[in-house]
């Protein structure tokens, strides 16, 4: 065999293996028989014995994955084959740590528990990522309405702002609350923002990139093509003060950065954007206490000061004690404290998994993140449709930056902030939004092979 | 749009990069120091699943935790009260100190030399058993120690000076920790708390923490190994003998201890101020070497610097940035020099190790349940703080100051002890520091203590370190050299 047929063939391995529906069917079963082992783990380490219960935290994601399959192999069976289990996989994960601390919870007398109502959101957002791809069956639509997808993302963006229905809750105002259901509706907006800024792109781009004079090597817009940037800066600006929460700032602003780049090839967004960004965020913690107090903890978690003020490191500190005493190995599901982690369900779940599956879990829980991200990636470089390229961008991105915000912050390693860890966290805005985000993904790859433009 | 999507690519790949690192750094490089926080209430939580390991003094457990009938297991039980200043507390409810805190990672099982043994229980589900902790205390020494302090406030602190071994540590008053680690949170917490509110501090070890003490007179064995050492003065030098000594620059006298001159003469040698504890001479001295040299000597004998034998130490200060009369007041050991028991036993142990100091070490042993030895700590130079020749100068001198000087009641009959007594004040009023530092036997060191006594040993400005802080250092050493 030459050298050339070899190059080519890993390619067409790539390609062609993921791609295929039976091969995504041997995933599933695998991803399935994991969780089964991890709760039958949790089972174990914390009851002593096992227990039917098992059967309904098991079964209902499995039933759930085997739908999303079954409508793929009907409506997109060219899809990308790698997404469905990668998801599957990481959020029964997270079903399986929140059960786990569910269990601590009950056995202290306690009654805050979130695996049931954990395992039906996952089967909702599951059915809604079903629905998207047996009624979205042609996503380039979405290009028609960008302006009433931006309208809608910033009117979801502003809604825990308003009285009565927005709530509170750790500083950061993302939540509405209608009776005892909450919603966190930044979770949708990054969806509908996504259609948006890609949608806008695609049909700017040539005006945002071509014209514009050439300074040291590099070219500057006009500065009418420096609008966009601008009012998005102060739109993240405006979600910053009325929110008071970075991440959720940085988030979209990040998103519109990557796309205007993606759609421009012009490294001069990114580069004002960041600085735009980092100014905005010094000039929000110098002026707001809130930003300040969580950058103070964020610099020195450990310091008395911080460590006792409220709404300082406390819960920082207790993640990172979590994660220390997982080290290399871990703990063993059911073998650490994660339940002495305030928030363990749902901001702080990495800490928890940190803590009992250790360096090695966090690796991989991050490795899958990462794979996903790449397939996203790959979808969208091998798109002919720009708009398609663009919004799987975006939507890849937004998960990527969001995990490493969320896992940047309960490490230490950036500010905490308010967001969520994707798949993970117990809440259903979450889990809908990103189950949609790998519909969108999905259905993108299938309209790739089936309609070449 | 291929090359932006994989440089987007890219950047994501660089992000999750900084994740591995962060992670990497605080599960594997910080994780024992994080676990070790006394706000992580992890390691007492271990106890529902850990036999935590025992610490043994002269081979038998004098902390141990035994099997008792309730959820956590098991009890940890405290031998001797005689202990708890080096062995700390373990709560339940409100963290940990001394040993059972340094060497909590190796008593819990938890520690990286114990990595084997942590997977053999992950895959048979039982639980790790802590490691057992011998140390290097000597009972008989101790329980001498213990005597010799009786009912006073203070603490004893004896090393073997060729090795660093630390063969006693007493601090007192002193706590039960049995109270402190009971499995009934009120008991417990309330036992706690009186022990924190105690203004007598009885959770301090006072051998190595706390608010530190004035030295008096015993760092006058600092200030003249300064001298020596900087070549311009031998043990003949002689310095002007008056009364009374203006302090350079203020309108305030001093005088030496019974306000007279330092023996007969105008002029007094270092020797004989040394032996006489003058207060004069040495004022003179340390103006004359200057702060920065005796900052820099009192800095090669460990002061300022971070120590840990396993239990943290806190640093002894020499102050900084003084004018001449405060350096004039460090020359005997006042102003703002303090220094931990600890400290002075090191100075005295490197005097009788001919001017070698050896890292001061609590923990001779540390072997694992499979009986695999997982910490075996050798003997450790820490610094040479002086020369042979120094050193040999101030045993002489010493040795003078027990046998015809003022540290008579430190002799023991057969043997030439060498020591050096210090009697500090802390304000007009206030009842003074008693010390005792020293060595013996002078020619072949088997032990150097010291020993200090707060609130004057309950006799105010009555009691001198000769008085009070020599006979419990001379019981100590006596305790030594009949074993």
Same mark, same amino acid.
């Given at each position: ?453 | ?134 140390? &290097? ?58 022990? &924190? ?63 007279? &001159? ?160 210090? &009697? ?60």
């Amino acid at each position: 065999m030459s050298n050339t047929s070899l190059t080519q063939a890993i390619p067409k391995l790539l390609k062609a293996v993921p791609r295929s529906r039976n091969f995504e069917a041997v995933l599933l079963f695998w991803v399935s028989g994991i969780q089964a082992f991890a709760l039958a783990q949790v089972q174990l380490a914390v009851l002593q014995k096992l227990s039917w219960d098992l059967l309904f935290y098991w079964a209902v994601p499995t039933i759930g994955a085997i739908f999303v399959h079954w409508v793929l192999r009907k409506r997109a069976v060219s899809a990308d084959g790698l997404i469905l289990p990668l998801a599957f996989l990481i959020n029964g994960l997270g079903i399986a740590m929140i059960y786990r601390l569910d269990l601590a919870e009950a056995s202290r007398g306690g009654t805050a528990l979130f695996a049931e109502r954990q395992v039906w959101l996952t089967l909702v957002a599951m059915i809604g990522a079903a629905a998207i791809v047996r009624f979205v069956p042609n996503h380039i639509k979405l290009r028609r309405y960008p302006f009433i997808a931006g309208i809608a993302g910033l009117l979801l963006l502003i809604l825990p702002a308003l009285p009565v229905i927005g709530q509170t809750r750790n500083g950061a105002t993302l939540w509405i609350a209608l009776g005892d259901l909450s919603f966190q509706p930044g979770e949708i907006a990054k969806i509908l923002l996504a259609v948006f800024f890609a949608g806008y792109l695609v049909s700017r781009k040539d005006s945002l990139s071509e014209i514009g004079s050439r300074v040291m090597g590099m070219k500057i817009p006009r500065a009418k093509d420096l609008g966009p940037i601008l009012v998005i800066w102060f739109a993240s600006i405006g979600v910053l003060v009325l929110q008071r929460d970075l991440g959720t700032s940085i988030l979209y602003f990040g998103l519109f950065l990557v796309l205007i780049y993606t759609a421009t090839g012009r490294a001069f967004y990114v580069g004002a954007g960041v600085i735009m960004m980092i100014t905005g965020a010094l000039v929000a913690s110098r002026m707001f206490d809130y930003v300040s107090r969580r950058f103070d903890a964020w610099l020195d978690p450990f310091a008395a000061e911080n460590y006792n003020a409220a709404g300082g490191s406390y819960q920082l500190a207790q993640a990172l004690f979590g994660f220390a005493n997982g080290d290399v190995i871990g703990t063993g599901l059911g073998g650490g404290f994660p339940q002495l982690i305030p928030l363990a369900e749902s901001d702080f779940i990495l800490a928890a998994l940190g803590e009992e599956l250790g360096l090695a879990g966090v690796f991989a829980i991050l490795s899958m993140f990462l794979l996903l991200i790449y397939r996203g990636l790959r979808i969208a470089n091998s798109h002919p449709d720009d708009f398609s390229r663009l919004l799987a961008t975006g939507l890849s991105f937004v998960v990527g930056l969001q995990v490493f915000v969320v896992a940047g912050g309960v490490m230490g390693l950036l500010p905490l902030t308010g967001l969520t860890t994707p798949f993970l966290a117990a809440g259903g805005s979450s889990l809908l939004a990103n189950w949609a985000i790998v519909a969108l993904l999905l259905v993108i790859s299938d309209s790739s092979l089936r309609r070449p433009a | 749009m291929n090359r932006q999507v994989r440089r987007v690519g890219l950047v994501l790949v660089l992000m999750f990069l900084s994740l591995f690192v962060m992670a990497s750094s605080i599960q594997v490089l910080r994780s024992d120091a994080l676990y070790q926080d006394s706000r992580n209430v992890r390691a007492s939580y271990e106890t529902y699943k850990t036999q935590r390991g025992p610490i043994l003094v002269g081979g038998v457990p004098v902390v141990e935790s035994i099997p008792y009938n309730d959820a956590y297991r098991f009890l940890r039980n405290y031998e001797s009260v005689i202990y708890s200043p080096i062995m700390g507390y373990f709560s339940l409810f409100n963290g940990s100190s001394g040993l059972e805190r340094s060497m909590n990672s190796y008593l819990s099982g938890q520690s990286s030399a114990q990595f084997f043994e942590q997977i053999n229980a992950l895959l048979d589900g039982k639980p790790v058993i802590g490691a057992a902790v011998e140390l &290097t205390i000597d009972p008989a020494i101790q329980r001498a120690a213990w005597d010799a302090l009786g009912n006073r406030k203070g603490a004893v602190v004896a090393i073997e000076p060729s090795t660093g071994r630390i063969l006693a540590m007493v601090s007192k008053p002193t706590f039960d920790a049995n109270k402190l680690a009971g499995h009934l949170y009120e008991p417990a917490n309330e036992a706690f708390l009186a022990s &924190t509110e105690d203004e007598n501090q009885p959770l301090i070890n006072r051998a190595i923490e706390g608010d530190l003490y004035h030295p008096g007179s015993v760092f006058k064995l600092v200030v003249a190994a300064a001298a020596l050492e900087s070549g311009r003065y031998t043990v003949a030098s002689s310095f002007p003998n008056p009364k009374s000594y203006l302090l350079p620059g203020t309108a305030t006298e001093i005088q030496n201890s019974g306000d007279k &001159t330092c023996g007969p003469g105008d002029t007094v040698t270092l020797q004989v101020a040394l032996i006489r504890s003058c207060n004069i001479p040495f004022a003179e001295l340390a103006v004359a070497l200057g702060q920065d040299r005796i900052r820099a000597q009192a800095a090669l004998m460990g002061f300022g610097a971070d120590l840990s034998i396993p239990m943290k130490v806190t640093p002894s200060i020499y102050p900084e940035k003084m004018d001449e009369a405060q350096t004039a007041l460090t020359g005997f050991g006042q102003f703002d020099v303090r220094v931990t028991p600890l400290q002075m036993a090191m100075i005295s142990a490197a005097i009788a190790n001919q001017g070698v100091m050896m890292q001061p070490q609590i923990v001779r042993m540390v072997v694992a349940s499979n009986l695999n030895v997982l910490l075996d700590p050798q003997p450790k130079v820490l610094s040479a703080p002086m020369s042979r020749l120094t050193a040999g100068y101030l045993t002489r001198m010493m040795v003078d100051a027990v046998e015809i000087g003022v540290a008579k009641r430190a002799g023991i009959p057969g043997f030439a002890v060498a020591g050096k007594t210090g &009697t500090a004040q802390n304000g007009d009023l206030d009842p003074y520091t008693l010390w005792f530092t020293g060595f013996a036997p002078a020619a072949d060191p088997k032990v150097a203590v010291a020993v200090v006594v707060e609130d004057g040993g309950g006799i105010g400005q009555n009691g001198t370190g000769n008085q009070i802080a020599a006979p419990i250092a001379r019981a100590v050493m006596e305790a030594v050299l009949n074993r």
